[in-house]
């Protein structure tokens, strides 16, 4: 079964730092492309960053780009994982983050096949 789990969410003070991970396990996720993606109260969810399934390409969003940067590390099949170092935080960034997978590396919320629960972010003024 495929399963994607969240961790390093929590509260932080703008101009603060914050490393989310993911583990993936329970597919060969290291052919996979993986993301983040976020949901702030009221709004929709947004595309933050993504990474191919080498690592080598990356992408982010225009209000992270600078700040965040997202990694992985394909480690053996049985779990994989995913990172995602947030700099710098604003109170904007708050949110809930996802860790999504898909086949290839895209902005669009709809190209993830596969979500993980997520991890509250919660950044103060």
């Known amino acids: 079964q495929a399963q994607l789990l969240e961790s390093g969410g929590g509260l932080v003070q703008a101009g603060g730092s914050l490393r989310l991970s993911c583990a993936a396990s329970?597919?060969?996720?290291?052919?996979?492309?993986m993301g983040w993606l976020r949901q702030a109260p009221g709004k929709e969810r947004e595309f933050v960053a993504t990474?191919?399934?080498?690592?080598?390409?990356?992408?982010?969003?225009d209000s992270v780009k600078g700040r965040f940067t997202i990694s992985r590390d394909n480690g053996d099949n049985a779990k994989n994982m995913m990172y995602l170092q947030m700099n710098s935080l604003k109170p904007e960034d708050t949110a809930h983050y996802y860790c999504?997978?898909?086949?290839?590396?895209?902005?669009?919320?709809?190209?993830?096949?596969?979500w993980g629960q997520g991890t509250q972010v919660t950044v103060s003024s």
């Open positions: 999504a997978a898909g086949r290839i590396t895209n902005d669009q919320v709809q190209g993830y096949k596969y």
């Open positions: 990474i191919s399934w080498s690592g080598t390409n990356t992408a982010y969003a």
């Open positions: 329970g597919r060969t996720f290291s052919s996979y492309a």
